[in-house]
């Protein structure tokens, strides 16, 4: 009886550390609102999902993600970790030439598709998305 309600109270606990955490990172663009805007209603990103993602960044429209754009929008959107932002296009930018463009998003596609069958489940997606971009900034 004793070990029930103090598991109860831990749980109460760590429901309570839950709740702060979405409220913290709510408010800006966070994975799970990512996902779910591009995704669309099969719930997995298709190619062509995932390179629209990344093409929203194309602030002039001419197909290619410049480093500024992508720095300016990440940071503007409340992206993860802003001031990291030159380092995520760096580790984006898969065939190097300084801007994100249809050579490099198979590459950053298949970062993410872990099983290779195509496409980016939800998990494949949030998963790696820590991965890339939010547990760095704990080393
Ligand atoms: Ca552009
Ligand atoms: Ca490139
Ligand atoms: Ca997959």
């Known amino acids: 009886m004793q070990l029930n309600s103090r598991w109860t109270a831990a ?10 955490v979405v409220s913290q990172s709510g408010g800006g663009n966070n994975k799970n609102q990512i996902f779910d805007r591009y995704s669309g ?7 062509t999902e995932f390179s629209r993602f990344w093409l929203h ?29 030159p380092w995520y296009f760096l580790l ?21 598709d872990e099983d290779g069958d195509g496409s980016i489940s939800e998990s494949e997606f949030k998963e790696n998305w820590d991965v890339y971009f939010e547990r760095r900034n704990h080393h």
């Not at 749980?11 to 702060?20: E, H, N, P, Q």
């Not at 209603?41 to 190619?47: F, G, I």
């Not at 194309?58 to 500024?68: A, P």
């Not at 050579?103 to 596609?109: A, K, R």
């Open 41 to 47: 209603s099969d719930e997995v990103l298709q190619p």
């Open 92 to 112: 984006l930018d898969r065939v190097p030439d300084g801007v994100l463009n249809f050579l490099d998003f198979p590459h950053i596609f298949r970062l993410f």
């Open 11 to 20: 749980m109460f606990i760590l429901t309570l550390a839950g709740v702060r």
């Open 57 to 85: 960044f194309d602030d002039d429209g001419d197909g290619e993600v410049s480093k500024s754009e992508f720095d300016d929008s990440w940071r503007k959107e409340g992206l993860p970790d802003p001031q990291n932002a």
